[in-house]
């Protein structure tokens, strides 16, 4: 097995008395959609952060292509190759879809704007993703919900990222918005990409990630294979309809039966 791009290994995060993290693992590899799945307070939220240097872990270790890295800073994640675009997406509405992608990262000629270029470059990105926008000089605030997601996207891939972290992409979208968006993350696996998708929607789950790793309450609830997996089992490892009193007790009779043959 190839060396998963980022890993994390026993990661623990306590805010006060709040346990939000206890000894919680994930990995991700190269050309991987993995959703993170688990119920409100289970934990995602502040993973994401951890992993995009918003929240410093208290224990546990993380791993970048195999070697031993501290996230303390968003600026750390963001020099490894992490890029997150949260669900507030973070465009200027009444700015075009050329000055959002290059906030922050103008392009300059001479002393000024390079409009020609950053343009440029904005058209050929878009048109590598197969995104058709007929015109980039549009306020943003003028698209739709799944444009602006992609706008989000895109802009996140200016720095040639490792691995790209969604936060709920489809939420409040409609069908023909969510198939778009869902489309990108495919184009993104096939681009290299490692992908960590943050969704409720099991629909998109099963539509585009390869793995579903599930939290509850801080701790590890599962790691699946989506495709080998129904969607009963994940939702039981969501909800943790499968840990209660008589599903051990079945556990610890089949494990004693087991020693005794």
Not at 69 to 82: F, W
Request: hydrophobic share 45%; proline share 3%; with cysteine.
């Amino acid at each position: 097995m190839s060396t998963p791009v980022l890993e994390l290994s026993g990661i623990s995060k306590r805010f006060g008395a709040v346990q939000a993290l206890s000894d919680v693992d994930l990995r991700i590899a190269a050309g991987e959609v993995v959703a993170l799945l688990g119920d409100n307070g289970a934990g995602k939220s502040t993973l994401v952060k951890v992993i995009a240097g918003a929240h410093a872990a208290d224990g546990g270790r993380i791993l970048w292509e195999g070697a031993p890295v501290s996230i303390a800073k968003p600026g750390d994640a963001q020099r490894l190759g992490i890029a997150t675009i949260y669900q507030d997406l973070a465009l200027c509405d009444n700015l075009d879809i050329v000055a959002n992608l290059f906030l922050g990262n103008e392009q300059m000629r001479l002393g000024t704007l390079d409009e020609v270029e950053m343009e440029r470059k904005a058209r050929e990105l878009l048109d590598s993703l197969s995104v058709k926008i007929p015109s980039l000089r549009v306020p943003v605030a003028s698209l739709s919900g799944g444009q602006r997601q992609i706008i989000a996207i895109a802009r996140a891939l200016l720095g040639e990222p490792k691995v790209v972290m969604l936060d709920e992409p489809t939420a409040a979208l409609g069908v023909a918005q969510t198939a778009q968006v869902l489309d990108l993350i495919e184009r993104l696996r096939d681009r290299g990409l490692g992908v960590i998708l943050i969704s409720h929607n099991m629909a998109d789950v099963r539509a585009v990630a390869d793995r579903a790793a599930v939290l509850r309450l801080g701790r590890n609830a599962g790691d699946f294979q989506v495709e080998e997996t129904s969607y009963e089992e994940i939702v039981a490892a969501i909800t943790g309809a499968s840990d209660n009193p008589v599903a051990r007790r079945n556990e610890r009779v089949a494990a004693s039966q087991t020693g005794d043959e």
